[in-house]
């Protein structure tokens, strides 16, 4: 219970604080007056009785004090007036405070922007119920495809156990006539069970069931959030009615919730209805499946059945499965896990950023505690005891990390919106990063972090010195202590590996994007301007498709400006837009044995468009139309692999193309093309003439000497007038595409970079700082010197071995950090090691130097020196 | 003869207050003061202010309890008085010291 009282007797003290303090003075002043009374009474004057009872009483602001102190309130008066006192002093020193606290904002907010980032791509649960049991199923081969074929699909569906729901998709996309022209939406084909997959239901309607799957003419289609807003005006009584959409009416049965479509891919969702081509198809893999785990099934377990099932598939179907594997992986993983390594080296850079941000702030504070020390030492000594003017100290800190969390949060904003913008466009979280409270959190958190570190190495020091040395008469400067100097040239030195460290990761990074764009592409981007078209609808049969991309083609040719123009089906750097692989066999082959290419239907120029030389043989021309005989060109990869030290013209192979073998004749050998990605090698391809397989799926391309984007726009008027219904889509250049796939690794390298220089700068800032103070302090040593004869030369040799001393310790931990850290890069990188020599050193050199100009200035100054003024300073 | 005071230590302060304060009626600062100046014999007479801080760090323990009131010559005083608890540490620390000066005497005898 003596507690109780204990704490009511400190509530009301702290309430009524005042009016306690001018009772105890009335208090104190009574036993004076008591004192003095008693002694004029004993015969002493007035003046002297009064004087004899102060003398009796003993210092009276001291024992008012402690009177005071002992109500047990002061700790909270005493933080007033500590945070009091610590905005004061640091308003009295504008520039140390503002040094501290813009450090202190650039790491807090790097630190949190990039948090967020690494939060919401990584950590954040997809937004699913219990979406860690929702699992992409993939079919890998030899090749490494990651789609499936639909037979075996079919066969999951059938036999696998492990799965609560199973669904799968292809690509597709449907006309809209928007009153603008005709555009196409990016659509989906779903089996019945996929959109049941993510357990989200419609917020208008219904999701597709299974009487949408029955009838392959009942057009039903789901709508996502977007699309409702955008084309439809998001009526609420567009469920049931009829929309119209490739030229033909479809029934509108639901509207998703806002934002599945990003996670989930496509804006409109129709069945995918499985007749007998669909059920046969085995060996063209051209289904994404997704799928949930029956609960308290682990992924393991799944991965098991499947790979059972697809052993016992290659033992049923040797021809198409025989090296055919099935694996699951959790979604999350599969749309995220490749952003990973990245992240996390993001992660690493900014806590070096944040870690140096500190020793700066360290270092600030600690010169300033040294320039206070005298004062710091009077109030101890006056009974402020120790500990009470560390809490100053941490008082003061706590202050800075407040004021650099404010600031940090606004540069957060700032670098978030960076981010954004910059990012992958491919992270499919990032554009939801927002400064929320939770990043709030993450700031105020990382600025007690700071506070905390950059108050302690004042603090030990305050702690071990004692403070009658401050007050020795005449040491106008406290001179520091060994472990001082220590403590100081440690901080700098850190800073200095952690400046080496991100700049040899922003030096690899860098040579790894060079690396890239200097490989041999195999084709040209410089001019070219590109479309698709989607013509199925538009031209049903073959014949047609055939002749409006031959006619198309020779429109596009008369373009003003156009050097030359061709189509294809399947174009570098971009996404498939229909299929683009298949098999063949060498003329003489058993029949068993095909094997796998990717496959191309070109038009008109299309070589000369891309640059892609000819290396053999002939180009396509007008006599290779449906009615003459099959022909092809193959790419040196293909011809290496199937006619190794032969020359393939002239050969004969038959080739499945989407459709059923044809026996085709090798007339021409092209160059290599790089096309699935810049750091990829060249996939054996053959290439069929569009007449010959006429799909209406097909990407037409133009060169221009000119600007390939001013071109894009005559290119789609011109097949609007071939074809005014029919909507043309990705319109772009391959200049732009090949940013576009560089984006991710210049996002990268820009913001290491970034870190990279901040970090320099700062790192040279604390070694100038640091030197300087030395230097200083060594002013009386380096007067005598001189007096004994040393040269200006001697001693700025003097300055730049110490600064130098502490910058190549520095550096050397920063080379070994780097070469322990960059393995972790290893994925990120082309073309050079983590551990590659060049890099290395240079980033070591480059901060030595900008370390050697730091402490060129105090060497300088310190070379100044008038021998006779130096002997003279304290 | 030094300037220095004879610094009480703080538990040995407290003690004597308490003893002070268990004589019976309510007393002000300066009155307690006086009481322990007398019952000393005078040796314990200067640093009268160290007498406050140990009597509100008794108050804020609850061993004595404080309230305002006329002082002899009709001035406003703050009164102390001795609570149960007061009593009850008064005579453990009695207990305490005298184990204390027992042993302490112990020692100095031995030569």
Known sequence: MRWLHRFGHRLRALWRGGRLDRELDAELQFHLEMEAAANERAGMTPADARGAALHAFGGVARWRDEARDSRGVAPLEELARDVRFGLRSLRKAP?????????????????????GAVDRVLLEPLPFPAAERIVAVRQRNAQGSALVAPANFLDLRERATAFEQLGAFIYFSHDFQSPEGPESIESRLVTEGFLRVFGVGAQLGRVLGPEDFVDAQRRVIVLSDGVWRERFGADPAIVGRAVTLDLAPWTVVGVMPPGYERLVGGRLWAPLVEDDDFRRERAGAYLTVAARLRPGITVEAAAAELGAIARV????????????????????????GGARPALLVLLGAVACLFAIACANVANLLL?????RERELAIRAALGAGRWRVIRQLAVESALLAGL????????????????????PADLPRLDELAVDTRLVGVAVLAS????????????????????????????RTVASGRATRAARAALAGGQVALAVLLLVGAGLLGRSL????????????????TMSVQAWQHYPTRARRAEYVRLAVEQLRTLPGALAAGATSSLPLAGPIGADDATYSREGDASGEAARAHAVAVAGDYFDVLGIPLRRGRRFDRTDDAAGPGVVIVNEALARRAWPGEDPVGKRMRVAFAAAPVVREVVGVVGDVRHEGLDREPTPTVFVPHAQAATGAMIFTVRTAGDAASLVKQMREALFALTPSMPVADEATLEGLLDDSLRERRFQLSVLGAFAIVALLLAAVGTYGVISQATGERTREIGVRMALGARQRDVVALVMRQGGGMAAVGAALGLLGAAAATRGMRSMLFGVGPLDPPTL?????????????????????????????????? | MTDRPTELLQGTL????????????????WGISQRIRQMSRDVLTVNQGSLYPALHRLEERGWVSAEWGASENNRAAKFYRLSAAGRRQLAEETALWQRLAGAIQLILQTT
């Not at chain 1, 084709?523 to 070219?528: E, I, Q």
């Not at chain 1, 240079?842 to 200035?857: E, N, R």
């Open chain 1, 404 to 423: 650099g969390a404010v600031a940090g949060l606004a540069v957060a904003f700032w670098g978030v919106r960076l981010i954004r913008t910059l990012g």
């Open chain 1, 95 to 115: 520039g140390y405070t503002a040094a501290a606290v813009a450090t202190l904002a650039l790491g807090i907010g790097a630190t949190t922007a990039i948090y």
């Open chain 1, 367 to 371: 010169a300033r505690t040294l320039r």
């Open chain 1, 514 to 529: 060079r690396a890239l764009l200097d490989q041999e592409r195999g084709y040209r981007t410089d001019g070219v301007a």
């Open chain 1, 313 to 336: 598939l290659a033992a049923e179907h040797p021809r198409t499965n025989a090296d055919v594997e099935l694996v699951v992986t959790p979604l999350k993983e599969q749309l995220l």
């Open chain 1, 448 to 475: 007690a972090l700071a506070a905390v570190v950059a108050a302690t190495v004042p603090a030990l020091r305050l702690l071990r010195h004692d403070v009658g040395d401050a007050l020795k008469a005449g040491a």
């Open chain 2, 14 to 29: 407290d003690l004597l207050v308490l003893k002070t304060l268990s004589l019976g009626t309510p007393m002000h600062g």
């Open chain 1, 841 to 874: 050193a240079a980033g070591a050199a480059v901060v030595l130097a900008a370390a050697a100009a730091a402490c060129w200035l105090p060497a300088r100054r310190a070379a100044r020196i008038d021998p006779t003024d130096a002997l003279r300073t304290d």
